[in-house]
Nanobody, 124 residues
Framework: QVQLVESGGGLVQAGGSLRLSCQAS????????MAWFRQPPGKEREFVGA????????LYADSVKGRFTMSRDNVKNTVYLQMNSLKPEDTAVYYC?????????????????WGQGTQVVVSS
């Protein structure tokens, strides 16, 4: 079993930055690929980015490529999402997810463990 707790959301102006954190417990962290998804108001949950268990492989959605960066600290059992150049369309609830496997995936069905989400609001 894996427990995930996100933090770092908030209100930011367009062009600003935020860093989300996801603290994991309950499983060997380095054996799990981690991902971030988001759900904008009134829309379906969408993939943001994923990172392999070792941190050596990443995958990003086209909409965030070049602006968002994932990283992980396998000692602290934490994964991060650095979000720069934020846009109003980045407004969403952001979810951290973990899967039973080290390789990256973008399909939310591949992830069996989810955090409770953290709200990000980007004002124009």
């Amino acid at each position: 079993q894996v427990q995930l707790v996100e933090s770092g959301g908030g209100l930011v102006q367009a062009g600003g930055s935020l860093r989300l954190s996801c603290q994991a417990s309950g499983r060997t962290f380095s054996s799990s690929a981690m991902a971030w998804f988001r759900q904008p108001p009134g829309k379906e949950r969408e993939f943001v980015g994923a990172m392999s268990g070792s941190g050596g492989s990443t995958l990003y959605a086209d909409s965030v490529k070049g602006r968002f960066t994932m990283s992980r600290d396998n000692v602290k059992n934490t994964v991060y999402l650095q979000m720069n150049s934020l846009k109003p369309e980045d407004t969403a609830v952001y979810y951290c997810a973990a899967r039973n496997g080290r390789s990256v995936r973008s399909d939310h069905d591949e992830y069996g463990y989810w955090g409770q989400g953290t709200q990000v609001v980007v004002s124009s």
